[in-house]
Nanobody, 114 residues
Framework: QVKVVESGGGLVQAGGSLKLTCAASGLTLSSYLVGWFRQAPGKQREKVAVIDSFGTTDVADSVKGRFTISRDNGVNRVYLQMNSLKPEDTALYYC????????WGQGTQVTVSS
């Protein structure tokens, strides 16, 4: 049974940092394209960052220079390091795995206070 669990969210002041973790079980993560998405209240879900099986990354312009995505296939985890957080980064952050089939986690809440 495949399970995807996000963790690491919380409440932080503007300018602070958080590191999100996406932990996968029941599959071999190394084959999957993994993305971090976020959805703020009243807004559409947006892609924040992705990393492919070769380690090639891409991040949204809105977070470029502040967020970094990385993966550790040995422990089936993908990370999102978020620095210089802004109130507009407040959202529910989701992890998505895709390789033919896609899997989503339940999300972890990030709240940035001004």
């Amino acid at each position: 049974q495949v399970k995807v669990v996000e963790s690491g969210g919380g409440l932080v002041q503007a300018g602070g940092s958080l590191k999100l973790t996406c932990a996968a079980s029941g599959l071999t993560l190394s084959s999957y394209l993994v993305g971090w998405f976020r959805q703020a209240p009243g807004k559409q879900r947006e892609k924040v960052a992705v990393i492919d099986s070769f380690g090639t990354t891409d991040v949204a312009d809105s977070v470029k220079g502040r967020f970094t995505i990385s993966r550790d296939n040995g422990v089936n985890r993908v990370y999102l390091q978020m620095n210089s957080l802004k109130p507009e980064d407040t959202a529910l952050y989701y992890c998505r795995l895709h390789w033919g089939t896609e899997y989503w986690g339940q999300g972890t809440q990030v709240t940035v206070s001004s």
